[in-house]
């Protein structure tokens, strides 16, 4: 199951700003939906955001609504995550996922999942 590759966390101060990779191994992205999902400790796993690289749609949580912007390269082999004005609670382990669906589908069946990359934000 570890066919993505997360990169880009790190230890970031509030207001600053990372930016978070996924790339695929084996495959490419183009027809599938990518998604960003975050676990905090002692929190569920939640969808933070997702590209749909069969149109371009996204679509955000609206904890990072403004914040946070993802995009996919031509050809479409690496999704990115920019994530802006950072803020404590956004630290959390990011996952990328990928599934041939929708972004208005997407949750934690997706098929393909990332091992994590960690991000910490201090105050």
């Known amino acids: 199951e570890v066919q993505l590759q997360a990169s880009g966390g790190g230890v970031v101060q509030a207001g600053g700003s990372l930016r978070l990779s996924c790339a695929p191994s084996?495959?490419?992205?183009?027809?599938?939906?990518i998604a960003w999902f975050r676990q905090a400790p002692g929190k569920e796993r939640e969808g933070v955001s997702c590209i749909s690289t069969t149109d371009g749609s996204t679509s955000y949580a609206d904890s990072v609504k403004g914040r946070f912007t993802i995009s996919s390269d031509n050809p479409k082999n690496t999704v990115y995550l920019q994530m802006n004005s950072l803020k404590p609670e956004d630290t959390a382990v990011y996952y990328c996922?990928?599934?041939?669906?929708?972004?208005?589908?997407?949750?934690?069946?997706?098929?393909?999942w990332g091992q994590g990359t960690q991000v910490t934000v201090s105050s």
């Open positions: 084996g495959f490419t992205f183009d027809d599938y939906a």
């Open positions: 996922a990928a599934d041939l669906i929708d972004c208005s589908k997407y949750g934690e069946f997706m098929y393909y």
